[in-house]
């Protein structure tokens, strides 16, 4: 294109704005408001996505061992869930760590109804997370098989509707490679 027709097309492109001021004005408004739209909805995606990221690297898995373990047998419980390649961190949780957790979080202002309850009562257990969260039910099995492991718990339906809402976000392709599909 030669410099005198881009000329020509921006001079007149210019000149239209002041002849036609509401069009171009509604034209300029319009254009924001789509802008400030699609903002909103990379910053919703975004957050959401950082969210699903960061449950996934809390979310954990608990495995309790039964109650009259020794020190032996949970050293070798710890080397074999150190075993399994899913896991992320491992953290050995005590009697008189679960009993004082119990405490913290659900008898806040009223410790004092817990007084007549022993250690004993508590089962040593690992919180165990995890790399991958889609693995959840594969490790759960794995640590079911270790011998002196007594129970695995973990938050199973929660985690199903964040890796389904995770993997239809991702499908559509809403925050990836910040594009968005139509249709």
């Known amino acids: ?8 097309l921006v001079g007149e492109g210019f000149s239209n704005i002041f002849k036609n001021k509401k069009q171009a004005f509604t034209s300029f408004g319009t254009m924001c408001l789509i802008m400030i739209f699609f903002g909103f ?14 449950v996934k690297l809390q979310q954990g898995i608990q495995a309790f061992i039964k109650k009259d373990a020794t020190e032996e047998e949970i050293e070798e419980v710890k080397n074999q869930i150190n075993e399994i390649e899913e896991i992320n961190t491992m ?33 040593p257990s690992y919180k165990i997370t995890l790399t991958d969260i889609t693995k959840t039910a594969e490790v759960k ?6 011998e002196n492991i007594v129970k695995v718990t973990n938050t199973d339906d929660v985690i199903e509707v964040l890796i389904k809402i995770a993997r239809r976000s991702k ?7 910040y594009s968005f599909n139509c249709c």
């Open 141 to 146: 099995e794995r640590l079911l098989q270790i």
């Open 91 to 123: 953290e050995f949780v005590s009697k008189e760590e679960a009993l004082q957790s119990v405490k913290d979080r659900i008898f806040k202002d009223r410790a004092d109804l817990l007084e007549g309850y022993d250690v004993s009562v508590f089962k």
């Open 171 to 177: 499908n559509r392709k809403l925050y990836n490679n």
């Open 1 to 8: 294109m030669k410099y005198n027709v881009f000329t020509y």
């Open 41 to 54: 909805c990379f910053m919703i995606v975004g957050n959401f996505n950082h969210f699903i990221e960061q």
